[in-house]
């Protein structure tokens, strides 16, 4: 499959583990931030996403934690499973900002060991 | 996402060859967008567009080219390709209807390219 890079940050955890994958942003001025999951071989995925206005959502398995005030991202994943080995991107926009012009970090491997 | 496919998903080209990398989505989206992947940089945009009339450089266009030939279809040439375009090349698409708040870009496969 696709290598998605060979010198990504690299989280081991142990499956039925919580995973934390955490993301630092630096622009004052985006108010929306997106998590992205990207298998070996597919295009990034959507995971779940949040605006600066919310310090926490919920999805299934999923919560995101926002930090507005030192710039901090973090995605929680409960119980964690095989199927969640993956690379995982955190990005930020303005939606004032005209495009939707993603801005992506540079991503986190997620091993999970059985 | 199968309704957003990309072809070629593999390529060899040598510099200074002309290549072309195409994006089709049965989606029903206005908006597509292209983007490259390095090792270690995430996604950087390069072109995008809103709707077949409109045709947007991001943040690393140099080098690169772009049409949209209909709502479906949004291909990325480059004209003289180099060494350094060696990457991983992903096609986006979105909508206004596709998010909570704004709209969710969902990605293709991705091709890769490498140049010799």
């Known amino acids: 499959g696709e290598s998605v890079g060979l010198h990504l940050p690299t989280l081991s955890v142990q499956e039925g583990d919580n995973s934390i994958i955490n993301c630092a942003y630096s622009?004052?001025?985006?108010?929306?931030f997106i998590w992205y999951k990207q298998e070996s071989g597919k295009g990034p995925q959507f995971i779940i996403d949040?605006?600066?206005?919310?310090d926490k959502r919920q999805g299934q398995r999923v919560t995101v934690l926002l930090n507005k005030t030192v710039k901090h991202l973090s995605l929680q994943i409960a119980a964690t499973q095989p199927g969640d080995s993956a690379v995982y991107f955190c990005?930020?926009?303005?939606?004032?900002?005209?495009?939707?012009?993603?801005?992506f970090g540079g991503g986190t491997r997620v091993l999970v060991k059985p | 996402d199968a309704d957003v496919t990309q072809t070629p998903r593999n390529r060899i080209t040598k510099t200074g060859k002309r290549i072309m990398l195409e994006c089709s989505q049965t989606?029903?989206?206005?908006?597509m967008y292209w983007y490259r992947q390095d090792p270690g940089l995430g996604l950087r945009l390069i072109y995008y567009?809103?709707?077949?009339?409109?045709?947007n450089k991001g943040e690393i266009s140099d080098g690169y080219s772009v049409s949209r030939q209909a709502q479906a279809k949004f291909s990325l040439s480059l004209e003289s390709a180099i060494p350094n375009q060696t990457a991983l090349y992903f096609c986006?698409?979105?909508?206004?209807?596709?998010?909570?708040?704004?709209?969710?870009?969902?990605f293709g496969p991705g091709t890769r390219l490498t140049v010799l």
């Open positions: 949040i605006r600066s206005n919310m």
């Open positions: 622009n004052s001025a985006s108010d929306y």
């Open positions: 567009s809103f709707d077949v009339k409109d045709i």
């Open positions: 990005a930020e926009n303005s939606i004032k900002a005209a495009g939707n012009k993603l801005t």
């Open positions: 989606k029903g989206h206005d908006r």
């Open positions: 986006a698409t979105s909508d206004l209807s596709t998010g909570e708040w704004t709209d969710t870009q969902y």
